[in-house]
């Protein structure tokens, strides 16, 4: 069953990383990314309203409950505010497999923190994956570093480093606390954590200096979101779900990232990054029949 959520949670996903894109394209990086916490706050809010009527304040009514809690917040907006900045300036074909590099990094903190053991099968598909991440890397170099944007590149980078110790975090957070809980009361702390960064920032003149252009774009960034950590959360509660795996599963997101740049955004290297997809799917495939 957990494996099955990976895979609705890698499809969310990647229309996640699309709409993204869509959004972000000549629109104000900080203002989408708190509208996002907005909607996601919003989506989740009927989870804290009702265990408040109900005089429960979550998370084991304590306050260390709650830093827990606010550490995860830190950490995913981190991740988000290089990763926004990143996908507004990078193909989606290059922005999507640097991404997908995440579960290498997952799978080393697995390996080492919760001595997590892969089988042969596993085995093989992370190692096909890696390939495939390999290739997506060279295909890329000369569509991003040769035009100058070693910037956006190391931005994405290191969006994908703090997105590995959040994945590694939620293991140890769904150990104690229930997958909704976690979901609503980050969400919520991400939403007024935001607006303290938006109005810092933009006080010191660090802002994105554009104007917010309204797309519905913008909503379903929370939308698919919201489902992508739904069925995230829930698989890594259930017993035997290995997160190095459910990682790796989720990366599958970037084929829907990659089929949308190539038929609608008319990106280049075509060909070969078809080819490297089949890899990475075979890859994804040897996971799942090894972890069913």
Aim: hydrophobic share 55%; proline share 2%.
């Amino acid at each position: 069953m957990w494996v099955i959520l990976a895979i609705v949670s890698a499809l969310c996903l990647g229309f996640y990383d699309v709409t993204k894109k869509l959004s972000l394209r000549g629109n104000n990086v900080l203002a989408v990314l708190f509208l996002n916490t907005l909607f996601c706050s919003l989506l989740m809010s009927p989870v804290i309203i009702t265990g408040l009527l109900g005089g429960n304040w979550g998370l084991g009514n304590t306050w260390q409950g709650h830093v827990q809690i606010i550490l995860k917040a830190v950490i995913v907006l981190s991740s988000w505010l290089m990763g926004y900045f990143s996908i507004k300036q990078l193909p989606l074909t290059i922005a999507g497999p640097i991404n997908a590099s995440r579960p290498v990094m997952v799978l080393a903190g697995a390996l080492l923190i919760f001595g997590e053991r892969l089988n042969l099968l596993q085995w093989a598909g992370v190692a096909l994956g890696f390939f495939s991440l390999f290739f997506i890397s060279r295909i890329g170099r000369s569509e991003g570093f040769a035009r100058g944007k070693a910037k956006w590149l190391w931005l994405s980078i290191g969006a994908a480093f703090m997105g590995a110790v959040s994945a590694l975090y939620d293991k140890y957070l769904m150990s104690g606390f229930k997958p909704l809980e976690v979901q609503a009361w980050y969400t919520f702390y991400q939403f007024i954590i935001m607006g303290a960064t938006i109005l810092l920032m933009s006080r010191n003149g660090h802002g994105d200096g554009g104007r917010l252009h309204w797309r519905w774009s913008i909503l379903f960034i929370s939308v698919f979101l919201t489902i992508a950590d739904l069925a995230y959360f829930y698989a890594l509660s259930l017993p035997g779900a290995m997160v190095a795996i459910v990682s790796m599963i989720r990366r599958g997101s970037v084929v829907v990232s990659f089929i949308y740049g190539i038929l609608m955004l008319h990106e280049k290297s075509v060909r070969r990054k078809t080819v490297d997809l089949c890899i990475l799917l075979a890859g994804l495939a040897l996971l799942i029949f090894g972890s069913v």
